[in-house]
């Protein structure tokens, strides 16, 4: 068992470094990848300036402690479009042509191979850059150390991480039935514009149990909520347990729905 | 992490124009020329174009459900927003008008922005498929612009039940409809809008004669339209210098403008004159795609087999 798991995590590597000297090939593509995503950060930091010239808090978020959050987000966001998203949006391609069976022939797990084949280092420097603005929020509050938080802010970043592969996956695999999912990319961002914004939001007649609905029922929501609230607001040990239960059921629940999409999968001869 | 019309326009490019192309019988001899056969023309690109967009529709309907999701959070952040600030009024909008106006950019997003178009350009130009509208009786510009006529018809005929249904739910936001002058105004600055994101993507597009890879500028043009257009906020509530320069720029008419013109916050001659700078906008960019495409030509080597 730990030699197999040693065995995929030098697979990784390989597959990691491999891309790596792929995407170093065009490096002029790869410097405008990377500045597209600055410019993104860029506009979300210009808008937020412009609502915090307007207010002092939201919805309970001090302009710090909000800037932390959209790091911790853009961190967050950043590691699973690095590792998973290129992958899972080749799935719907890999589905229509028929050239999943060629990952499906490989003698390695094929849910391993479909979710991780193509690591995309243009968004990788966002993790760096979430974890910039985290730093510059942390120190403009005046945040004082904390073992345990920071500790449990790694384990619920990654698991987060986990959540959200877990609900990209179970999108993803729609497409052995859809066949054309093309709009997977849009979907995720709309899905995931759930995550985007602090829980608190959710408040009022029905916004409440909406945000309820997509704490405890579709967890989506604790994926930068969690880290974010244990690092710069209360930390609630009930919301930590949470995640980390969440993060495992869900990467069951999406693993189960995968393969037994597979069996559904007729491949398509040409 | 980019916005969605950012994103749609790689991973989707229009769908190929190639196959609805082909499907037109050629005749044989010189084809019948005049405006009735342009016209005869067009209308067949249109039923084929309506028909290809129809295909997958779950995708489709899946995609329309989902939409919604990102609007009720942002009418969410917006409520905090104007709860937290304790101010009834932020540059002019009260929080209902706010909300408007988000759910209005969307119907200015619907008609102005063109997924895929420029990438869908320069990949014709890349691979050398564009040489079928050279050795074709048909224009390529006028046909993707048929194209995305299908394309936008298809789309908005489609979304009109859950937009109907939205603004429904949502009517507590606005204060009635507004005049039969003003709703004139809104319908004319959608159509404008169309124009002016269809020929600016169009120019955009033409870039790949003088580029082969074009699609990373594609991103980062799309990204900072999403929002320089005004579709995250009103671009009033930006400081001072930017809300006017920002103003002064087209890309304002592709989000910002048709919205405001149904709030009634543009009235009477300045309607009028933003009105025609819309028009000149179009105007612009038309000449401007006309004549990259025309200098582009010149150096197009027609790759591929």
Request: with cysteine; charged share 15%; hydrophobic share 50%.
């Amino acid at each position: 068992m730990l030699a197999n798991v040693g065995r995929y995590f030098r697979l990784l590597g390989h597959l990691a470094r491999y891309t790596l000297s792929r995407e170093l090939a065009f490096r002029g593509n790869f410097l405008v990848k990377v500045s597209v995503e600055v410019l993104w950060l860029g506009i979300m930091i210009a808008f937020y300036r412009t609502v915090f010239a307007r207010t002092s808090n939201v919805a309970g978020w001090s302009e710090p402690d909000y800037f932390f959050f959209v790091g911790c987000y853009f961190a967050l966001n950043g590691l699973v479009e690095t590792l998973f998203f290129e992958n899972c949006n080749e799935f719907t391609e890999l589905v229509r042509t028929g050239d999943l069976d060629f990952l499906l022939l490989r003698p390695i797990d094929e849910q391993f191979l479909v979710s991780l084949r193509r690591i995309d280092w243009g968004t990788a420097p966002n993790v760096l850059m979430g974890a910039a603005l985290m730093v510059i929020a942390l120190v403009q509050k005046g945040w004082e150390f904390d073992l345990l938080r920071v500790a449990t802010f790694f384990v619920t970043m990654a698991c987060g991480t986990a959540i959200a592969y877990s609900f990209m996956l179970i999108l993803t695999t729609f497409t052995v039935w859809m066949v054309r999912n093309q709009s997977l990319m849009e979907m995720w961002w709309m899905f995931s514009s759930l995550a985007r914004y602090p829980k608190e939001i959710f408040s009022g007649r029905w916004a409440e149990p909406l945000g309820n609905f997509f704490t405890y029922i579709v967890p989506i929501l604790v994926v930068s909520n969690v880290p974010a609230n244990v690092m710069v607001r209360v930390f609630d040990p009930f919301m930590v347990v949470l995640t980390i239960v969440a993060a495992v059921v869900l990467l069951w629940l999406s693993r189960r729905f995968f393969q037994y999409a597979l069996r559904s999968y007729r491949s398509a001869s040409s | 992490m980019t916005p969605p019309d950012g994103l749609a326009a790689p991973s989707a490019p229009a769908p190929s124009s190639a196959a609805t192309l082909a499907v037109e019988p050629l005749p044989r001899h010189a084809p019948p020329r005049g405006p009735i056969a342009t016209l005869k023309k067009h209308t067949k690109i249109l039923r084929v174009s309506l028909s290809e967009r129809m295909t997958y529709r779950s995708d489709f309907l899946l995609g329309t459900i989902l939409r919604f999701l990102p609007l009720v959070t942002t009418i969410l952040l917006w409520k905090s927003i104007y709860e937290s600030s304790g101010a009834s009024e932020l540059a002019g909008f009260r929080y209902r008008e706010m909300i408007a106006y988000l759910l209005l950019t969307h119907i200015s997003r619907m008609f102005s922005s063109m997924p895929g178009l420029a990438a869908g350009i320069a990949r014709d130009i890349r691979e050398g498929t564009l040489k079928r509208y050279l050795i074709q009786p048909v224009d390529m510009i006028a046909y993707l612009l048929t194209y995305r006529v299908a394309h936008k018809l298809a789309y908005i005929t489609m979304s009109i039940i859950p937009y109907v249904a939205l603004f429904v739910v949502c009517r507590g936001y606005f204060d009635g409809i507004p005049d039969a002058l003003t709703l004139a105004a809104y319908a004319l600055s959608l159509v404008l809008s169309f124009l002016v994101g269809f020929y600016f993507e169009a120019s955009v597009g033409m870039v790949g004669f003088w580029f082969l890879e074009v699609t990373s500028l594609l991103y980062i043009v799309m990204t900072l339209n999403f929002f320089i257009s005004g579709h995250m906020l009103p671009l009033d509530l930006l400081p001072s210098p930017w809300s006017t320069i920002l103003k002064a720029l087209p890309f304002q008419y592709m989000a910002y403008f048709p919205a405001v013109v149904f709030l009634r916050k543009i009235t009477g001659w300045n309607l009028v004159l933003h009105l025609l700078l819309e028009l000149t906008w179009a105007v612009v960019f038309m000449v401007l795609s006309r004549g990259l495409y025309r200098l582009g030509l010149k150096r197009y080597s027609a790759y591929g087999g």
